[in-house]
T-cell receptor, first 117, second 110 residues
Framework: GAGVSQSPSNKVTEKGKDVELRCDPISGHTALYWYRQSLGQGLEFLIYFQGNSAPDKSGLPSDRFSAERTGGSVSTLTIQRTQQEDSAVYLC???????????????FGPGTRLTVL | QQQVKQSPQSLIVQKGGIPIINCAYENTAFDYFPWYQQFPGKGPALLIAIRPDVSEKKEGRFTISFNKSAKQFSLHIMDSQPGDSATYFCAARTASKLTFGTGTRLQVTL
């Protein structure tokens, strides 16, 4: 079946502009995550959606970052007034959380490479 | 306390060698420890994972060793192949959130 898809694959923008990044999770997956991967760094957690619960926004680096998940499926990460330090690969993952959360394997999309000039 | 420390940053081994990647953590609330493999231009993919009540897990050529008392775990790749050249991330989970190590770039030469 289809995996997690993200669009666009690459985005170049000018400092100060707003950008929207899209994630289509695997159908039926209840949880959706956004991560940021900077060059030579690990994955930095940004935000987590689970079902109809309030999202965990604890990883968002500033109030310029926001995300929403419509209808429990597609998610959009928005970065307002982009800065050069926002340049990174933004990865989305989804998982099916069972009651006990025993494995909760996260399946990642290919990412969106954002370059802020 | 949420940090997962991973070493080495990069590793070069010859084909057939056994690269070992190490990770350490502090938070005893972590309850699941996956390893992800990432090829250039792709998202990370789950390779193998272990729970803290198990000391070792093998899947094919990949083995996780887990030392709960030392709060350390490691990935061993047996009979490494050039196709194993990738970046490997350890991770630790609590409350459905993963904390990742900084990654190890592995190169397997002929």
């Amino acid at each position: 079946g289809a995996g997690v898809s993200q669009s666009p694959s690459n985005k170049v923008t000018e400092k100060g502009k707003d950008v929207e990044l899209r994630c289509d999770p695997i159908s039926g997956h209840t949880a959706l995550y956004w991560y940021r991967q900077s060059l030579g760094q690990g994955l930095e957690f940004l935000i987590y959606f689970q079902g109809n619960s309030a999202p965990d926004k604890s990883g968002l680096p500033s109030d310029r970052f926001s995300a929403e998940r419509t209808g429990g499926s597609v998610s959009t990460l928005t970065i307002q007034r982009t800065q050069q330090e926002d340049s990174a690969v933004y990865l989305c993952a989804s998982s099916f959380l069972s009651g006990g959360g025993h494995t909760d394997t996260q399946y990642f999309g290919p990412g969106t490479r954002l370059t802020v000039l | 306390q949420q940090q997962v420390k991973q070493s080495p940053q990069s590793l070069i081994v010859q084909k057939g060698g056994i690269p070992i990647i190490n990770c350490a953590y502090e938070n005893t609330a972590f309850d699941y420890f996956p390893w992800y493999q990432q090829f250039p231009g792709k998202g990370p993919a789950l390779l193998i994972a272990i729970r803290p009540d198990v000391s070792e897990k093998k899947e094919g050529r990949f083995t996780i060793s887990f030392n709960k008392s030392a709060k350390q775990f490691s990935l061993h790749i047996m009979d490494s192949q050039p196709g194993d050249s990738a970046t490997y991330f350890c991770a630790a989970r609590t409350a459905s959130k993963l904390t990742f190590g900084t990654g190890t770039r592995l190169q397997v030469t002929l």
